[in-house]
C-alpha cells in the first residue's frame, strides 16, 4: 500500500510543462475582474489571541530568514471572523519581488477537493448513486484487471479484478487507479500514459488511464491515485458542460472565487508566485520548471488550478456555512457536507488517527494522531506546498500556501500546531 510518508514523491510530480497536455487558445481562464482588497483582520472576535498568533507569524518569518521557504500567504478564519492574514518573504527570490496578499498560487492536488465538491453537486441532482459501477457511464472501465506483479508494468500478468470500480472509490482513492508516483513500472507506465504523452483534454486522459491495469482490487486498498481525473470525466458527462465551465459557473462565481482557474489571465501574471527548490548549496532558486500560466485544456480533478489563499479559504468556508454560498445560494445540501465528511475507507488509510472521506483526509481519533485538532477535521494538500484545513466543530478553516519543490507534509503539520494553540475561548 501506498505509504503517506512517500509524500515526499510529490516534489517530482512530472515535469510541470507536461502535466496539462498541448497549448491551445486560452480558455476558462482566471476572472480579471477582481482588484485585492485589505482584510479587516480581528482575532478577539473569532475567539483567538493576537499574541499567540504572533508566534505563528514569528514562526514563518524564522523559516524565510533561515532560507527554508521564499515566503507564505496565511489566513485563518473562525467564527465568521478573519484572525489571522499574513503575507511574508518573496513570491520570487531570485527578482527580490516580495509576497503578497494576492499572490496566485499553483495549488495542485488541492483541486481534488474542489472538483470532489462539484462531483457530489451532481449527485444531489440525481444523476447517479455513489455505489454504481464507474463502467455505466464511462464503458472502456468494463471488465478491469488488475496487475498480479506492478513491478512488471502494463505487460505483466493480470487477473479479472473482484468487482467493478465504483464512483465512490473515486471519490475514496480505492478505486485501484494509479497517480503515477510510485516506484514500480506499472507507476511509470501510468505517468506515461496521463502525462509525458500530453493527452489534449481530460477525456483523452482518462482514457489513456482505462487501458491500464489496475495496482489493486477496487476497494481494498487506499493507494493515491488519479481516481479525481476520472471524476472530472464524469463531471463532463453529467454536466454537458466542461469542468472548468462547470467549476466556473457552479462554484467560483458564487464563492466569489475570482481567482481561481485552470489558467491564468495575462493581465494577472505579475501576481502569480514562482515555484522554488533547492541549490546545490541548499540555498532557494527558481525551480527550472514553472507551470505554464496559460494554453491548458486539460482540466485535472487531480490538480491543475490555480488559486489564491483567499479565494480557497472562500472554498472551505462553503463546509463551514453547511454548503451555502454567501449571497444565500445553496450550493450543497448540509447533510452531503456530513456525508462528505465521514471515513468511507475504514483503516485503509493506514495513518494513526485518521481515514478518508469524499475528497479529504479526516480525523477519526484525535488521541492517535498526536496533534491539536478535532475528530471529523478535513485536510489535504498541494505538491508545491500548499496547505489547508476545516475543522467544523471549531467554526475553524486555515490555508497556508507557500511554493517549493520537492514537497513535505512539514508545514501541513505546523500549521494546525500553531492555529490550534491560539484558540482562547
Known amino acids: 500500500m501506498f505509504s503517506r510518508n512517500r509524500w515526499v514523491i510529490f516534489g517530482i510530480i512530472v515535469i510541470s510543462t507536461l502535466l496539462y497536455g498541448t497549448h491551445q487558445p486560452v480558455v476558462a481562464q482566471i476572472s480579471t475582474a477582481q ?3 485589505n482584510k479587516s483582520v480581528d482575532p478577539a472576535s473569532a475567539g ?10 514569528a514562526y514563518l518569518q524564522a523559516e524565510i530568514d533561515a532560507g527554508k521557504a521564499p515566503g507564505f500567504v496565511s489566513m485563518v478564519y473562525r467564527n465568521g471572523a478573519l484572525a489571522h492574514f ?10 527580490g519581488k516580495a509576497m503578497t496578499g494576492d499572490g496566485i498560487f499553483f495549488i495542485q492536488s488541492m483541486t481534488k477537493a474542489v472538483v470532489s465538491a462539484a462531483f457530489m453537486m451532481l449527485y444531489e441532482e440525481g444523476h447517479f448513486q455513489l455505489n454504481d459501477p464507474l463502467y455505466w457511464y464511462l464503458p472502456e472501465f468494463r471488465d478491469a484487471r488488475v496487475a498480479l506483479d506492478p513491478s512488471e508494468g502494463k505487460d505483466g500478468a493480470t487477473e479479472p479484478a473482484n468487482g467493478p470500480i465504483r464512483l465512490v472509490h473515486l471519490l475514496t482513492h480505492t478505486s485501484g487507479l494509479s497517480h503515477g508516483l510510485g516506484a514500480s513500472k506499472l507507476d511509470q507506465d501510468y505517468m506515461q500514459a496521463m502525462y509525458l504523452n500530453q493527452p489534449g483534454t481530460i477525456a483523452e486522459r482518462v482514457q489513456a488511464m482505462a487501458g491500464l491495469p489496475l495496482v489493486g482490487h477496487p476497494g481494498e486498498q487506499w493507494y493515491y491515485s488519479a481516481s479525481p481525473g476520472v471524476l472530472s470525466r464524469l463531471i463532463e458527462h453529467f454536466s454537458g458542460m466542461t469542468t472548468a465551465e462547470f467549476l466556473q459557473q457552479r462554484l467560483f462565481e458564487p464563492l466569489g472565487m475570482e481567482d481561481t482557474g485552470y489558467n491564468v489571465p495575462e493581465a494577472k501574471h505579475d501576481r502569480v508566485v514562482s515555484v522554488h527548490t533547492f541549490g546545490e548549496d541548499g540555498g532557494l532558486m527558481l525551480n527550472p520548471q514553472q507551470a505554464p500560466l496559460t494554453g491548458n485544456t486539460v482540466f485535472g480533478g487531480g490538480n491543475g488550478l490555480f488559486s489564491t489563499a483567499d479565494d480557497y479559504l472562500a472554498f472551505c468556508r462553503l463546509f463551514l456555512d453547511n454548503g451555502q454560498a454567501p449571497g444565500g445560494q445553496q450550493l450543497l445540501s448540509p447533510k452531503t457536507i456530513e456525508l462528505m465528511g465521514e471515513n468511507h475507507v475504514g483503516d485503509l488509510y493506514g495513518s494513526a488517527g485518521s481515514g478518508f472521506g469524499l475528497g479529504f483526509r479526516v480525523i477519526t481519533n484525535l488521541a492517535d494522531t498526536k496533534a491539536l485538532g478535532s475528530v471529523g477535521q478535513l485536510s489535504w494538500s498541494g505538491a508545491f506546498q500548499t496547505f489547508y484545513f476545516i475543522d467544523r466543530e471549531e467554526n475553524l478553516a486555515a490555508v497556508l500556501m507557500t511554493q517549493t519543490n520537492p514537497y513535505s507534509s512539514f508545514y501541513g503539520s505546523k500549521m494546525p500546531q500553531f492555529v490550534y494553540q491560539a484558540i482562547v475561548e
Open 86 to 95: 499574513e503575507a511574508l518573504g518573496f513570491g520570487n527570490v531570485e527578482e
Open 35 to 37: 482588484t485585492f482588497t
Open 48 to 57: 483567538m489571541s493576537t499574541e499567540r498568533l504572533g508566534r505563528y507569524t
